[in-house]
């Protein structure tokens, strides 16, 4: 294999990301607080790092195969997140390269877990560092879901193939291209966030952060206590609804922007999505109603955020779930695997495949009635090709495999049976809190010793990157000639 346009993109990604760290030190600067040094460090060490790959790997000619682009996927996630932590161990939080790592891989990859204790009284480079690496994730999950994923018809993406990306040698110029389009949409939507935020009463410096890791379906805060550190039902409100503007295809968005709006309203992918979500809020509602004597509208307020939060792998919380009751724990950690719609900022299984599921089985279903029938699954009005409920079929059964690998060695490590079943559910799905007094809403992952936060860190990164992305390269065959 030849590495040099991998290394070559890396080094764009490595120079991105070390002008990115100008930002956070500007901040630290401006408040006279010294980690602006930490940060000016960490940009030049990252950026001398770019740049040496980049003249190290300049080619006439740029092409990528199927082979480079599994590679490059995995990597730009593991390299951006190793060189993040960087500013995270220096600065005077005082975080070990594991917790920094930890943290820096929970921000890239919008899962949204954190280790840090004390936010409230953090700089404010740390805060704006934490939410950029989000938005930055955001935008790079969507733009690998459009341009690359479909091509390597990872967990049925191929439905969303589009003509531009047939060719590999096509991948870079098509996710550039998409890149220019939806980066506008997702800069629009965030600083429409921020203004909505700061009319709903925050500070300018925590609007504009929230706003970042809230259309990013993040979920790092400012505080440690999340969104419930403001108590107001109006940035609730804000949250809810860019929260779900995050979790439908940006591509939908595309559309609506060249004059076709029918398809956001029209696709089958946000009906079902917006049915399972409005069934999830009044069905939590209820029962926070009749069976935790909560006021109707308290009961919908609760209902509305956490749900809206766990289901799009947000994160954000104005209440620790996990004390409503076995009924509603029990369903936050379902939704966790739910997730949103494909081409979005969201994680987990996402609905798409659930449609091509339930779909295929609903065919399997009429041919064991009816033998002799011919009876064909469907997605969004047309058929759904074999290969592609093959590929859906296999996703589902490694990310169960996946999950319980996950939970069994975070139960090896020591954790007790709920914080490692919900740690493995939230670290795959990128929902970031889970469920218990140490990992839930109310905790962090700072107390779990160093090897479950290296295992965690991988489960982000698998569940991120779709399974088959990462899993392709620990195969023998992947590294042969």
């Given at each position: 294999?030849d ?13 991105t ?48 195969s ?117 980066g ?9 966030c ?99 004597d909560?006021?109707?509208l ?25 004390t ?7 369903l ?33 279903m ?42 069994l ?13 919900s ?27 160093d ?31």
């Amino acid at each position: 294999m030849d590495y040099r346009p991998v290394f070559f993109v890396l080094g764009i990604l490595l120079s991105t990301l070390a002008f990115s760290m100008l930002v956070p030190m500007l901040a630290d600067l401006s408040v006279g607080h010294p980690d602006w040094q930490t940060f000016a460090i960490s940009a030049a060490f990252t950026l001398f790092v770019g740049v040496s790959l980049l003249l190290t790997n300049r080619m006439p000619e740029f092409t990528l195969s199927i082979r480079q682009a599994f590679l490059l996927t995995t990597l730009s996630w593991v390299v951006t997140a190793a060189f993040a932590a960087v500013p995270l161990m220096l600065a005077e939080m005082g975080l070990s390269y594991t917790d920094a790592f930890f943290e820096a891989m929970s921000g890239i990859t919008t899962t949204g877990a954190t280790v840090i204790v004390g936010l409230d009284s953090a700089p404010p480079g740390i805060l704006l560092w934490r939410a950029l690496l989000q938005w930055m994730g955001g935008i790079g999950i969507i733009v690998l879901a459009l341009s690359v994923l479909p091509m390597l018809q990872v967990g049925g993406m191929q439905l969303f193939r589009t003509e531009s990306s047939e060719k590999s040698d096509k991948v870079l110029p098509r996710a550039a291209q998409l890149a220019s389009w939806i980066g506008l949409i997702y800069l629009g939507f965030t600083a429409l966030c921020a203004v909505g935020y700061r009319l709903a009463g925050m500070g300018w410096f925590d609007a504009f952060a929230h706003a970042m890791t809230t259309i990013a379906t993040g979920g790092f805060s400012t505080a440690d206590a999340s969104v419930a550190f403001f108590d107001d039902p109006l940035i609730e409100l804000v949250g809810i609804v860019f929260m779900l503007a995050g979790a439908l295809p940006f591509v939908l968005y595309l559309r609506a922007l060249r004059g076709d709006p029918r398809p956001l309203l029209a696709d089958r992918q946000v009906q079902w999505f917006a049915a399972v979500v409005a069934a999830a809020i009044g069905i939590m509602a209820a029962h926070l109603w009749i069976e935790r004597d909560y006021e109707p509208l308290a009961a919908l307020r609760l209902a509305s955020f956490n749900v809206v939060s766990v289901i799009t792998g947000t994160g954000y919380a104005t209440s620790d779930f996990g004390t409503w009751g076995p009924f509603a724990a029990g369903l936050m950690f379902f939704l966790m695997f739910v997730g949103g719609c494909a081409g979005s900022t969201s994680c987990g299984i996402k609905i798409f495949r659930f449609q091509v599921l339930y779909a295929t089985a609903d065919a399997q279903m009429r041919r064991l009635i009816q033998p002799h029938g011919v009876f064909i699954a469907y997605y969004n009005g047309k058929p759904i090709p074999e290969a592609v409920s093959v590929s859906v079929m296999s996703f589902f059964f490694l990310y169960a495999l996946c999950f319980v690998a996950l939970s069994l060695s975070l139960q090896l490590l020591g954790l007790d049976y709920m914080t490692a079943m919900s740690g493995a559910a939230t670290a795959i799905s990128n929902v970031g809190p889970g469920l218990g007094p140490v990992i839930g809403p109310s905790g962090t992952f700072a107390p779990l010793p160093d090897a479950a936060k290296w295992v965690l860190s991988a489960g982000m990164l698998m569940g991120r990157l779709e399974l088959f992305t990462v899993l392709v390269l620990l195969t023998p065959a992947f590294w042969r000639q």
